[in-house]
């Protein structure tokens, strides 16, 4: 009779991390949740770098056997884990990744958080993934480089943690595929980001609504309230130029709009709009867009 192998048992017999891999079979690559887990961004002074958040998440090997990670250089050293990015072309755009990287030759090798370069051109695209029986990597985000600049800013960074074609998050057994929702949401950001840019030109036509890149809502600006019966919370969220006859439309972004937490609608007062949540938030939250429409178009 053949024997399998198992693990736990009471053999006395060498146990590698092979061995550990194989018992903890069946999770997906990526993070565990994207709510500020390993989450990329600019420096509070914009430079030539980018911050990642303390964060844990998982990776695989060829095999699908695989081992957590974790980042936990605030807890440790008290600042962020920092990276460099290299200086910009004078010409050419490119576009960088900051990505986890296991080397799984000997299962030897951390983990590492690192910037993978991306080639300069008039028609840059992200650097792809390797992914074989030596080498494992997950894209936590995108960052454009554009020919020229001195500080990468937020605008040019692009969260890639639930992209299940680059990380994802981590499942049991149970892939979820959030590819339809995250491309939708990227062309929606690409096209807001090409009007912005039309009009900061001063190539684009006048839109008929305001945009509103990044706005901070403090903990603070949280109320009870009873327009809204599952959402018994709102805050006044003070934006220049809006009037109560505008229509908002705010994009909290995939992972709050995950958790479930705000509600599907806003209303606009003169002089911002009001936001309502089943729960106040603890801490300032970020939305990353904001339109309001004026109701009409442009002369």
């Not at 403090?218 to 599952?230: E, I, L, R």
């Not at 509600?263 to 709009?273: Q, S």
Request: charged residues 15%; proline residues 4%.
């Amino acid at each position: 009779m053949a024997n399998i192998k198992s693990f736990p048992n009471n053999q006395d017999v060498y146990v590698g991390a092979e061995a550990v891999m194989r018992w903890l079979h069946g999770r997906t690559s990526g993070v565990f949740s994207a709510a500020g887990n390993a989450a990329v961004a600019a420096l509070e002074t914009p430079g030539m770098a980018v911050t990642v958040t303390d964060g844990t998440g998982w990776l695989t090997d060829a095999g699908g056997n695989g081992i957590v990670w974790w980042n936990d250089t605030l807890k440790n050293d008290g600042a962020l884990l920092e990276l460099s990015i290299d200086i910009a072309d004078g010409a050419l755009d490119r576009i960088d990744r900051v990505i986890v990287e296991w080397k799984t030759t000997n299962y030897v090798d951390l983990p590492e958080i690192k910037v993978l370069k991306g080639t300069a051109s008039s028609t840059p695209e992200a650097p792809a993934l390797t992914n074989n029986s030596t080498v494992r990597q997950i894209s936590l985000a995108r960052v454009a480089v554009g020919a020229g600049i001195t500080a990468v800013t937020a605008s040019m960074i692009t969260d890639e943690r639930l992209d299940p074609a680059v990380c994802g998050l981590v499942t049991d057994g149970l892939e979820i595929d959030t590819t339809t929702i995250n491309a939708q949401y990227m062309a929606m950001l690409d096209s807001l980001a090409q009007e912005l840019a039309q009009l900061e030109a001063g190539s684009g036509v006048e839109l008929a609504k305001l945009c509103f890149a990044d706005t901070a809502v403090p903990a603070s600006k949280w109320a009870s309230d009873s327009t809204y019966g599952d959402y018994p919370y709102r805050a006044a969220v003070a934006l220049s130029g809006v009037t109560a006859a505008m229509v908002p439309e705010v994009v909290f972004g995939l992972a709050a709009m995950a958790d479930n937490s705000f509600a599907p609608v806003a209303e606009c007062y003169n002089g911002g709009v009001y936001i309502y949540a089943a729960d106040a938030p603890g801490a300032t939250i970020t939305i990353p867009t904001i339109i309001c429409w004026r109701g009409g178009t442009s002369a």
